[in-house]
C-alpha cells in the first residue's frame, strides 16, 4: 500500500512573496514544523508550524489519523487508518527544506563545453566552440546520435544534483534530439521548458548548422511541439517553449511566423531568446534591423515580446527598452556567471528590478560555466556590487542581499516561467518542488580532518540561520544538496556515506553467521 | 627499510617559467614521464620526459638500480639495490600532477566567517564581523583558547584539502594563538608564513582588540618569532612573518619599528601587509598620513616596502605607486573573490604585470568567501574580463587566460614568497610541493547518474589536455584533489570510495576464514 501523504519535518527556509525591487532586502521565511504533500497530486496540501517536536509531530500524526510506513515501503497495519511517510530534515547537520532552483536560461546541448572558451568572446565564441558541438546532435536521420543523449543525460543529472527542479532548456535545431531531451526530462522527473532553437539566417548561420527556411524553423518546432504534448498531455513535467535563437540568426518571415505560432495556442505557448547581451552583438542587430528603434523592438515588432517570452541577459538595455520589456510583461533571464566570462557586462539588475521588470537567474551553460544555479546567485551578488562599484555615485544601493539573490533563484524564476502560484515557494496548493540541503554538523570529531562527502561549509555552532544560509550561499555545491522532489516526486538522493558504512559494518557479522550455518551444514551438525 | 626516493609517473602540468606580462598566454607545460623525489630532502632529483609507457618505467627502474616498496611499507628483499616507492597517476580518470598552489594572503583566524560578510564593505566589514572573531582568540593567559585550535586546525585541513601546499597567513594579535598556528602547520606538514598581527592605534583599532603600545606590537612579535625559529630552526615548513595590519591601524611607531624588526634579519625578514583595497580606506590613509606622497609612500617612508613584502589587494594605486613599487622590488598578493565580495573594486593586474609588478593569488579568507586558491583562479579571470569590459578601448589585452591566472597561482606565488626557485613547478632541486588532481573518466557508465566522489567535472573524451584544464578551472574542486604533498611528504589524501568499497569486499571473505579458523579451533580441529 503506498502513502497517501508524505509529511516532511524539520525546517523550512524560503523567500517571502514579496517582490525584490529598489531597496536591498534581508528577509528569509524560516519555519520549523510539518508540511504535507499529496503523493496523488504532489502538490502540499498543508502545514503547521506549531510542530516544534518530534513529540508534536506524533500529535499530529495521531490527531489527523495517519499511520507511518517505513522508509523501504514495508506495510503496517493500518485498519481506517490512512497511511503516510515521514522525511525529516537532520538537524543535527543543519539540515533544511528549500524550494527548488529554477533555472530560466540554460543550453542543454553545450553542456560538454562547460569550461571550454578560451578568452573568446560572445561571436566569435558561437562560431569557435558552440555551434559545431551542437551540430553533431542531428546527422538528418530519426534518431538521435550517442552525443545528444549522453550529453543530456548528463545535463538533467548534474542539473538535478544541483537542485535545479525547472529548467528553461534550449535544445539544437534537430526534431529527434530536441523529442530525447523532452523524453528523458520527463523519464528523470525534471520539471523543464523544451526549446527546439530556431536559426535560419544564411548570413549568420554556419552553413553545416541552421534550418534551411523560415519554413524550416516553424515546421521543425511544430513537430517538437507535437511530440511534447503527445508524452505529457498536461504539461505537467515537460512543456514546449518557442525559440528562436536571437535576432541576427533567424529571418524576420521566421520570428514573425513563431511569433504567430505563439499566439495560436491558448494560452499563448512561451518563447525564449537572447537579447543585448554584448555590445557588438548590439551593434549588429543595430545595422540589421535599421527600422527598429532598438534590439528589444526588433523582437516587438515581430510578435515575440510577450508576458510568456523569457529574455536571456539584457546587459545593456537602454531605458525605452526597459520600458518596453516592461509594459509587454515580458521576463528577463540574468546570467551573470556567462556575463562575467564572457566578458560581456555587468547587468544592472536592480535598475532592471526598479523598473518593474521581472528577473530570474540563469546559468546560460556553457556561455556560463557552471550547472549551479547556487553558482549564479553567487555571481549575480559578486555582479551587483561591481555595478555598484563602478556607479557614478557608490550607493551600495546596487548591491544585491544574499536572500534578494535566493529570491531571483526561486520565487523570480517562477515568475519568469508564468508558474508563480505552482513553484518557487511552500504555500498550500504548490507543487512539492524543492530541495533537501544539509550543511555539516558542528564539529563533531577533530577539526583536523574535513569530511568528503560533507561539503565546503563549515558550522561552528554559533550562527544564526541567516549566517548558515549566507555560508551556504557562498561555499554550498552539490553535496550539500541531499534529496530533490519535483511534483512530489523523489528525482534525485545523494547516497549517504555513513548510511553505507553502517550496512557494511552490520553485514559483517551477517555474513559471518551465515558462513558458520553453512560450516556447520557442511561439517554435519 | 624506507624507500630512499618516490618515484612519481604519469603526467604532470605546470607553467612555464616565462613571466606573465603584457600580452595574454596560453602556454602549459605538458610533459608525460617519472621524476622522483628524494626522500630525505624532499627535493625533486631527476626527471625522464622519455618514460611514456609502463614499460619504459620497468625500464628506468632496472637501468637506476631501484626496487619498488609496495604501498603499504612492507619491506622485500634488495641486496644492494635502492629502495623506491612508486606512485601513479590514474591515468584513466585524467590524472595529473601539478605544482602545489600558493595563497599569498590568507586571515586564517577570519576562517570560521567565511560566506558571512552581509552588505559590508571594507572599514565596516571590519568593525562588524573581522575584530569580534579574531579578538576570541585570547584571554590573556598563555594558553589559546579552543575557539582558536579549532578554527586553525580546519583552515589547515581545507586549504590542504584544496591544494595549498603554501599559505601567508595572519594570525591574529595573540601571541599564544599565534604560536599555535605555527604548531599546528608544522605538525600537519603545510608550508606557513606566520604573521602576528600588529596594530596598535587606538582611533581605528577597538579598544577590546589592539596593541596597548608600539612597544607591545614589537614585543609582541619579537616573541612569536622566537617561538616559530625555535620549533622550525631552518624555516623548512614554517616561518614568521612581519605582519603591520595596515595603515590605519598603526601608529607610524610601530610601523617604523616593524620595519627596522624585519631588516635586523639576514636575509630581511618577510613582511606582509595591505595596501588599496577600497576607495574610502585609500581617503582615509591620505588624512590620517598628510606628509605621505601615497599609500605606498607611507609604507615606504617606514621601511616597509622590500623585496621581501607581500602587499595585499593593491586595487586602486596610482601609477606613481606602481612604480615605486616596482622599485623595491615589492610584490602583490591579488585577492580578487574578497574585492568583489566586499566591493572593493576591480584590480587591473595586467597594469601591475605591465609595471614589472610580480603578482600573486590570495583568497583573503574571510574578505575572501572561499578558502580555495582554484577558486581564486576563476576569479581573477573573470575579474580581469570586467576589467576589460570597462577599459575605455575594449582591447581584450586586460583579460588573464587560464594559464596565466594558474600561473600566477604557482610560479607567481612562489616569487610573491620569495621561493621561486624552490616551489611553484617541477625542476630539479625544487621541493616536491604538489598536488594530484584527478577530473573524471570519461563516461564510462550510464551519463545518467554521477559519481557523488568523483566532483563536478566531466569529460567526454574529446578534450585536449589543455581543454582538461580549462574545464577543472572551472568547475574543480577539492574532491579533484586526490593527494598533496609538501617537502615530498603526503600531507593530505582523500579517501578513495572505490578503494573502500574494494577493501570493505575482500574484508568479508577474510574475516569469514578467520571465523572459520576460530570455529574450526572451537570445534577442536
Tied chains: 1, 2.
Excluded at 558541438?133 to 542539473?159: C, M, Q
Excluded at 553558482?375 to 555595478?387: D, G, T
Excluded at 569530511?451 to 558550522?459: K, M, N, P, Y
Aim: overall charge negative; some cysteine.
Amino acid at each position: 500500500m503506498s502513502p497517501v501523504y508524505t509529511i516532511f519535518y524539520g525546517t523550512f527556509i524560503q523567500l517571502p512573496r514579496a517582490p525584490a525591487s529598489s531597496e536591498p532586502k534581508h528577509v528569509l521565511d524560516i519555519n520549523h514544523g510539518a508540511l504535507w504533500v499529496s503523493n496523488k497530486s504532489g502538490r502540499i496540501e498543508g502545514f503547521d508550524w506549531s510542530v516544534t517536536t518530534e513529540g508534536k509531530l506524533c500529535d499530529l500524526l495521531s490527531d489527523k489519523g495517519w499511520v507511518t510506513i517505513s522508509g523501504d515501503g514495508e506495510e503496517e497495519a493500518i485498519g481506517e487508518k490512512t497511511v503516510v511517510k515521514v522525511v525529516k530534515a537532520n538537524e543535527s547537520r543543519n539540515g533544511f527544506f528549500f524550494p527548488g532552483f529554477i533555472d530560466t536560461h540554460i543550453h542543454a546541448s553545450q553542456y560538454p563545453n562547460s569550461g571550454v572558451f578560451g578568452s573568446s568572446t560572445l561571436l566569435e565564441w558561437l562560431q569557435k566552440y558552440t555551434f559545431p558541438l551542437e551540430a553533431s546532435y542531428g546527422d538528418g536521420s530519426d534518431i538521435a546520435p550517442k552525443t545528444a543523449r549522453t550529453a543530456y543525460e548528463k545535463v538533467i543529472a548534474r542539473t538535478l544534483a544541483n537542485g535545479t527542479t525547472c529548467a528553461a532548456y534550449y535544445a539544437t535545431i534537430h526534431v529527434p534530439a530536441t523529442n530525447l531531451l523532452a523524453d528523458l526530462c520527463l523519464k528523470r522527473g525534471q520539471r523543464a521548458f523544451i526549446g527546439r532553437v530556431c536559426m535560419d539566417n544564411p548570413d549568420y548561420c554556419p552553413d553545416y548548422y541552421r534550418d534551411s527556411s523560415a519554413e524550416e524553423s516553424v515546421r521543425a518546432t511544430e513537430a517538437t511541439i507535437s511530440h511534447i504534448q503527445s508524452i505529457d498531455p498536461d504539461g505537467r513535467v515537460v512543456a514546449p517553449i518557442i525559440t528562436p535563437r536571437f535576432a541576427p540568426t533567424c529571418s524576420p518571415t521566421s520570428m514573425s511566423d513563431l511569433g504567430k505560432l505563439a499566439a495560436s495556442f491558448d494560452p499563448p505557448m512561451r518563447i525564449q531568446t537572447h537579447i543585448s547581451e554584448n555590445k557588438n552583438e548590439v551593434a549588429l542587430v543595430k545595422q540589421l534591423f535599421p527600422n527598429s528603434t532598438s534590439y528589444a523592438d526588433v523582437y516587438d515588432q515581430h510578435g515575440l515580446v510577450t508576458p510568456r517570452t523569457i529574455l536571456a541577459h539584457a546587459v545593456h538595455l537602454t531605458p525605452e527598452e526597459r520600458s518596453l520589456i516592461h509594459s509587454r510583461g515580458a521576463k528577463i533571464a540574468h546570467c551573470p556567471a556567462s556575463n562575467s566570462a564572457l566578458g560581456s557586462g555587468l547587468c544592472p539588475v536592480r535598475t532592471l528590478l526598479d523598473a518593474g521588470i521581472i528577473v530570474g537567474l540563469g546559468t546560460d551553460v556553457s556561455g556560463g560555466y557552471s550547472s549551479s544555479v547556487l553558482e549564479a546567485v553567487r555571481q549575480a551578488i559578486l555582479v551587483s556590487r561591481l555595478v555598484s562599484y563602478s556607479a557614478k555615485e557608490q550607493t551600495g544601493k546596487e548591491n544585491l542581499s544574499v536572500e534578494e539573490a535566493l529570491y531571483l533563484a526561486t520565487r523570480g524564476g517562477a515568475k519568469v516561467v508564468d508558474m508563480a502560484d505552482q513553484i518557487g515557494g511552500f504555500e498550500a496548493g504548490m507543487s512539492w518542488d524543492a530541495q533537501l540541503i544539509e550543511l555539516s554538523s558542528v564539529n563533531d570529531r577533530s577539526a583536523e580532518s574535513v569530511d568528503d562527502a560533507q561539503g565546503s561549509v563549515d558550522i561552528f555552532g554559533w550562527e544564526s540561520w541567516e549566517e548558515k544560509i549566507q555560508k551556504w550561499v557562498w561555499n554550498g555545491d552539490d553535496r550539500n544538496v541531499k534529496a530533490v522532489w519535483v511534483n512530489g516526486r523523489l528525482v534525485h538522493q545523494r547516497s549517504q556515506k555513513e548510511a553505507k558504512k553502517s550496512v557494511v559494518h552490520s553485514s559483517v557479522p551477517i555474513l559471518s553467521r551465515s558462513w558458520v550455518s553453512f560450516l556447520l551444514r557442511w561439517l554435519g551438525f
